[in-house]
């Protein structure tokens, strides 16, 4: 419930608090006095959309602070856990708009988003403005508003949660047709070429190492011949015979050299010693390097075999063995693909088969409801002075979809023995206000915590008629909160708590005010409703017999 509502700054209000009570409360005033004011004020704070420039002339910022009371099991707490802020019995919402366009929202002191505050106005107020009730001509909107009535949220979701699975299922089912048909069409290269893969059969790092044979072959003849020279020279016939020599010559006259030899007989030790390794990695090299001329025949053709498949399938000839194993994949793909087209044609049916049932399910839902809010529109009509209307809500086939399978119109008769057609051609424009009227008590019986606020709701009407809107909007109220903006007398003097919305002109800049009314105040406002801007003694009179109904 809506307790109070702070304004600064806004349009013409420079300072207004105001406190809301349970029960019909009425807000009146002459056209133009700035009672719109009031609900775009209340809109601002709650995050809806409307107009860019509402700081008052000559102010910094305007700024709204809206405080509700919440019932234990009010669905606002829902949306407060989710956003994670501050849940107690006393809901603040504080908005802020500076001049320069910039916004700030605050949900119990804590800075929130304005999307959290549209979620929270959607469990917080219901608002009917003086044109709402044109959602009743678009015939788009009556599906929405009998599944609020039939409470078929969970139908309803299943049938979406369906709907998605259904779709989805035709797309992985058309997308694995078009799959399998593109990958036909390349089904004797991907034959050929996987047949070519598997039997070349490369494999990763072979490409460096027979570059590295084949570079090590083709330098072999070059260097064979010096490293055998080399080998030569170190050989007895070389090197190591000159080293032996010189080592027998020496120890031969060692002991006549009293010592002196020893030393260059150790070195030259040494030196055979070295010069054996040296041989043996001469006669290693050499061994090495002699190799067969059809080898390198064959090392060359394996090797620029590689690298023309890898030039074909354009990869590097290191990631063959992998595009070998992608194609043979593809290649599965075609082989397999029937038995998976037949996979996905059943698990489509599957689906659809699922769908069905869901929206069986929906449809029997609707069906019952509508029912039950014809039956319901037939109770609330007679109170609002439409005895004979007859109020019919048409449910017939329509295209598959997440909603389901229905198509819903509501369609009225109001005259005895006159043909039932779309509201929007039957009714008359205090007949449509009814109609909503009638309907948003049907939808809004189940409500938890929610303040209604309808904007003019009794226009076009007057009379014996307005006072039957009040006494519903009266009967709507107990209980619960309803807020009314109205110019009606009869509605006027049937509210639990009445408000002037006037305007003024001080020092040249117009402001709004608003002021809470009883006794006297009261009749006398009545009574300018009832006689304009004279008010007369009979006005007063008439009011105080309505205010004493």
Known sequence: MLHALSIRNILLIEALDLEFQQGLNVLTGETGAGKSILLDSLGFVLGWRGKADIVRNGADMGEV????????????????????????????????????????????????????????????????????????????????????????????????????????????????????????????????????????????????????????????????????????????????????????????????????????????????????????????????????????????????????????????????????????????????????IAGLEAELKKQQANYDVAATDLSNKRTKAAARLDKAMATELPPLKMDAAIFTTEITPTDPGPDGVDAVAFTVSTNPGAPAGPINKIASGGELSRFLLALKVCLTSRADGLTMIFDEIDRGVGGATADAVGRRLSDLADGGQVLVVTHSPQVAALGDHHWKVAKAVTNGATTTDVTPLSGQERTDEIARMLAGDKVTDEARSAAEVLLKR
């Open 65 to 340: 602070t809206a405080e509700f009371s919440l019932t234990p099991n009010h669905p606002a707490r829902a949306v407060l856990a989710d956003a994670g802020l501050p849940d107690d019995d006393m809901l603040i919402l504080r908005r802020i708009n500076s001049r320069d366009g910039r916004k700030r929202a605050f949900v119990n002191d804590r800075a929130c988003s304005g999307d959290i505050l549209r979620q929270l106005s959607d469990v917080l107020v219901e608002i009917h403005g003086q044109h709402d009730d044109k959602g009743l001509l678009d015939v788009r909107g009556h599906r929405t508003l009998l599944d609020a009535f039939a409470e078929a949220e969970a139908e309803l979701a299943a049938t979406r949660m369906a709907w998605r699975d259904l779709s989805g299922a035709r797309k992985t089912l058309e997308a694995a047709r078009v799959e399998l048909e593109a990958a036909a069409k390349d089904a004797d290269f991907l034959r050929h070429a996987v047949t070519e893969l598997d039997t070349f059969s490369p494999e990763a790092g072979e490409d460096e190492v027979l570059d590295t044979k084949r570079r090590l072959m083709q330098a072999a003849e070059r260097i064979r011949e010096d490293i055998a020279k080399a080998g030569q020279a170190l050989s007895l016939d070389g090197a190591e015979g000159a080293l032996s020599d010189a080592v027998r010559w020496l120890e031969a006259v060692s002991d006549k050299a009293e010592g002196r030899l020893e030393a260059p007989i150790a070195a030259l030790g040494r030196a055979l010693n070295e010069l054996a390794d040296a041989q043996r990695g001469v006669e290693d090299t050499l061994d090495a390097l002699d190799f067969n001329p059809m080898e390198l025949e064959q090392i060359e053709e394996r090797l620029f075999a590689i690298r023309a498949l890898a030039r074909k399938h354009h990869v590097q000839p290191d990631d063959l063995a992998a595009k070998a194993d992608e194609l043979r994949a593809a290649l599965a793909k075609i082989d397999t693909g029937a038995d998976h």
